[in-house]
């Protein structure tokens, strides 16, 4: 053999594993091979948790461990007065309230009851009066209470504290919204990713579902609200308001998914748990939150459906228009990004049909870790029960004579001409699979002795496709 020959020989492998390169340096060996796998196991594993983690760390802790006036509207009757209580709680609170002035007492009681302000304060001659709202949460008006009393003694005055809008009594700490509000929220969440599963609905049929399903918590949790003497009997308006919530965050993440694909689980969570609820008014109503965390209030579902359900309920319906508005906002942009998709979809297939090389093929979504993962499967071919995968592809292998193929091979393959999935026909020639991504597939069927047959089919969203063979020549006998 030649020099030129010998040196265009590939490195042979070893019985040891490693390889001997023609430079004499060896390949990686196993061990490091072994380490690197483990490593690339461990990172996929655990960035879902440590991101999780990190966001509890970084939004609890610094959003509620030590609420605090920031930028808290009140209103103090009288021009004369406003200055001098300015400086008084400036002094205490540095950026804690922006005051404004009230022409009088009614002025000051008003703009509480009209949300403009969260409290009013009127200096008296002898005694001064402060007005609050208990259904702002009652960690707000403790420390109003405690501010303004301070206020007060410096001018010798007692405090007379009014509550103008009450919660009901068994909400004592006028924060009974906020867990309703969160048991409207987070099943919506876990509504789209449970969707993401059901491989026979289209998305009318799913945007259907959530619908029904909104509708149905938020007439079931008013009622128990009732029942429970949580919620006043006589605002039914507040089912509205969580049926807007359950489906604005349903249709937001279920727009959301074939975007985020893999990142989808962090995504939803990091949106809808991790920054929603300490942000939501529960603990620390918006008022005493940091700024960041403030911002964060004003554009968040459940935030605003907590704003809107106080204003329905105990304000009557004073600043529910925003809050509204913005749910609504949120259910535009989660049909936006649907139809967004769709689009897409409908574009990648009829380049794909076109024979169009493509590097931009939309993967299945990935849904929630916690949940069953949609991935190509072949089934059993039988009556399907309840809660059972249903077939998104179904078909049946014959031969010439009209006789069932048994074993034969039935491999499904994507665009790209990826495998997905791989079965073999029962003793009626049949086969089926699901967890199939939309687009056109390649379906081949093999048999032993028989030359193989191909279809290309297109499947959409929400509809079951049927590929029936019929397989020509003999089987080779043993």
Do not use: W
């Given at each position: 053999m030649s020099g030129t020959d010998t040196d265009s020989l590939e490195a042979a492998p070893r019985s040891d594993g490693a390889t001997d390169a023609k430079d004499g340096r060896s390949a990686t060996p196993p061990n490091a091979r072994e380490r690197t796998a483990t490593a690339g196991i461990l990172v996929e594993t655990l960035w879902f948790p440590a991101?999780?983690?990190?966001?509890?760390?970084?939004?609890?802790?610094?959003?509620?461990?030590?609420?605090?006036p920031h930028h808290a509207k009140v209103v103090v009757a009288g021009p004369a007065a406003e200055h001098r209580i300015e400086a008084a709680l400036q002094r205490q609170h540095p950026?804690?309230?922006?005051v404004t002035a009230a022409a009088d007492d009614r002025a000051a009681r008003q703009a509480v009851l009209n949300r403009d302000a969260v409290a009013g304060f009127v200096a008296g001659r002898t005694h001064s009066v402060l007005y609050v709202?208990?259904?702002?949460?009652?960690?707000?008006?403790?420390?109003?209470?405690?501010?303004?009393t301070s206020v007060a003694a410096k001018n010798h005055h007692p405090l007379t504290v009014r509550d103008l809008a009450p919660t009901t009594p068994k909400d004592a700490m006028g924060s009974t919204l906020v867990y309703f509000g969160i048991a409207w929220s987070i099943p919506g969440y876990i509504l789209a990713t449970t969707l993401l599963r059901a491989v026979t609905l289209n998305r009318r049929k799913k945007l259907l579902t959530i619908a029904g399903a909104a509708a149905l918590f938020s007439i079931t949790g008013f009622l128990v609200?009732?029942?429970?003497?949580?919620?006043?009997?006589?605002?039914?308006?507040?089912?509205?308001?969580?049926?807007?919530?359950?489906?604005?965050?349903?249709?937001?993440?279920?727009?959301?998914?074939?975007f985020a694909r893999q990142f989808f689980p962090a995504v939803g969570?990091?949106?809808?748990?991790?920054?929603?609820?300490p942000t939501s008014g529960g603990v620390a109503p918006a008022a005493l939150l940091p700024p960041f965390f403030q911002h964060v209030n004003t554009v968040m579902p459940l935030a605003n459906a907590v704003d809107a359900l106080r204003g329905a309920l105990y304000f009557h319906g004073a600043g529910v228009v925003k809050p509204v508005l913005t749910l609504c906002a949120w259910i535009v942009t989660g049909v936006a990004l649907l139809s967004l998709d769709a689009w897409l979809r409908n574009r990648a297939a009829v380049r794909d049909a076109d024979g169009v090389a493509r590097a931009d093929v939309e993967e299945p979504p990935v849904e929630d870790p916690a949940l069953e993962t949609p991935v190509p499967n072949a089934l059993p071919v039988h009556r399907h029960h309840f809660?059972?995968?249903?077939?998104?592809?179904?078909?049946?292998?014959?031969?010439?004579?009209g006789?069932?193929?048994?074993?034969?091979?039935?491999t499904v393959m994507d665009g790209r001409g990826r495998q997905l999935v791989s079965t073999l026909t029962n003793k009626r020639g049949e086969y089926a699979a699901t967890g199939l991504p939309e687009g056109h597939l390649t379906i081949v069927v093999t048999s032993t002795g028989r030359p193989p047959a191909v279809q290309r089919q297109l499947l959409r969203s929400g509809e079951v496709v049927r590929a029936d063979f019929a397989v020509h020549g003999l089987p080779v006998r043993p």
């Open positions: 991101v999780l983690f990190l966001g509890f760390l970084f939004c609890f802790a610094p959003a509620l461990h030590a609420p605090q950026d804690g309230f922006d709202a208990k259904a702002n949460g009652m960690s707000l008006e403790t420390v109003l209470t405690n501010t303004f609200g009732v029942g429970l003497g949580y919620l006043p009997a006589d605002r039914p308006e507040a089912m509205a308001i969580a049926f807007l919530l359950t489906t604005a965050v349903a249709t937001f993440a279920s727009g959301l998914a074939p969570m990091g949106l809808f748990i991790v920054l929603s609820i809660g059972e995968p249903v077939p998104m592809l179904t078909g049946t292998v014959r031969d010439p004579e006789l069932p193929v048994h074993g034969a091979v039935l």
